[in-house]
């Protein structure tokens, strides 16, 4: 079956570490999101990418990085400048009509600082 | 500024009761919107989306939605709850050609047996 996986479910990070959570789809998106949801605030856009090899920032992009070097994949790297990391991380995917056809999500990695 | 209110945090209605949870979006041009349900610990799965066309929509798990232009909104209604439904839900708004969605704060419900 066509979907999203994510991995680790759990992550912990110890301070000044970097840490990487996996994001794959096998949905033929083009489109690929990260988002960061934190209790009552929402979901949150930390970076999107269109295309394989283009990305772009989010709201909240600060201390995080991406990749985007296959269609497949997107990679979010939670960096040491990230602040307050601990969060629940979203991966979506959709095809170049998001508007009309909405988001696929994974089902998240919890992210917890140590 | 583009914006998604969901004004009731919590919600809590017993089994077999009808269930609206309310959205209301500021947006400049004609929006998109979405309904999302997330269970604990999980992503999110779509439950009914309009563009165009007939202003109440039908969506799975036997959810529909309303919009209203005249009151920007497009509130989630489902005749009769069940416990199965308990869990968060997301109102999204998004605008024609965009990738990016806003997403409201969600609101969270309890069904009581």
Not at chain 1, 90 to 98: D, E, F, N, P, Y
Not at chain 2, 58 to 86: C, T
Request: proline letters at 4%; charged letters at 20%; aromatic letters at 14%.
């Amino acid at each position: 079956d066509g979907g999203i996986t994510q991995s680790p479910k759990y992550l912990f990070r110890k301070e000044g570490q970097n840490v990487t959570l996996s994001c794959e789809q096998n949905l033929n998106h083009d489109a690929m999101y990260w988002y960061r949801q934190d209790p009552g605030q929402g979901l949150r856009l930390i970076y999107y990418s269109q295309i394989v090899n283009d990305f772009q920032k989010g709201d909240i992009a600060e201390g995080y990085s991406v990749s985007r070097e296959k269609k497949e994949s997107f990679p979010l790297t939670v960096t040491s400048a990230q602040k307050n990391p601990t969060a629940f991380y979203l991966c979506a995917s959709s095809t170049q009509g998001a508007d009309l056809y909405g988001y696929t999500f994974g089902s998240g990695t919890r992210l917890t600082v140590v | 500024a583009q914006s998604v209110t969901q004004p009731d945090i919590h919600i809590t209605v017993s089994e077999g009761a009808s269930l609206e949870l309310r959205c209301n979006y500021s947006y400049g041009a004609t929006p998109y919107l979405f309904w999302y349900v997330q269970s604990p610990g999980q992503g999110l799965q779509l439950l009914l989306k309009y563009f165009s066309g007939d202003t109440l929509v039908q969506g799975i798990k036997g959810f529909e939605a309303e919009f209203k232009r005249s009151q920007s909104s497009f509130n989630l209604r489902k005749p009769s709850v069940h416990w199965s439904d308990a869990a968060e839900y997301f109102c999204a708004v998004a605008s024609s050609g965009t990738y990016k969605y806003i997403f409201g704060t969600g609101t969270r419900l309890k069904v009581l047996a």
